[in-house]
């Protein structure tokens, strides 16, 4: 039987490594990924990367959106979300374009929040700088200068 030919929709999870399945090397994947055994790896997927509360990776996970309930050794790069649930546990360096850790979550490293290039911020926003300059304490006379 000759089986037709699907495309790959980032929208779709379509890998699967289950618990007790053990996975060397790299992987990618057009669609998205959940892990729920071990990847020892880096990984990159045009979709989302899940991984479960018994899931482990030793890896760089580049993927659109990261939920992870499971352990990560590794750096994460995302422009949408990561996510670290209460029993989720990264370590490594993170650049992703939102953070979000329940309560119970583990993050160990840097982070770099990213932003569109068109997101600037309104025009009644000042810099952090801008704010020091306008907000600078003025200096009082005490009996110790005098």
Partial sequence: MVLGKKNANPNDTDTI??????VEG??????GLRLDG???????CAGDVT?????SANSQIRARNVYNA???????ITDGLLSISESGKLY?????????IA???LF??????????????PSNVKSITEHDKDNKPEKVATSASR
């Fill in 70 to 76: 499971g352990t990560i050794h590794g750096g994460v």
């Fill in 103 to 105: 309560q119970g979550g």
């Fill in 38 to 44: 071990q990847i020892d790896g880096d990984i990159t």
């Fill in 108 to 121: 160990q490293g840097e982070s770099h929040m990213e932003t569109k290039k068109s997101e600037t911020a």
């Fill in 51 to 55: 991984i479960g509360p018994k899931g």
């Fill in 17 to 22: 490594i289950g618990e007790g399945s053990k």
């Fill in 92 to 100: 490594g360096n993170i650049r992703a374009g939102a953070l979000s």
């Fill in 26 to 31: 790299k992987v990618t994947s057009k669609a």
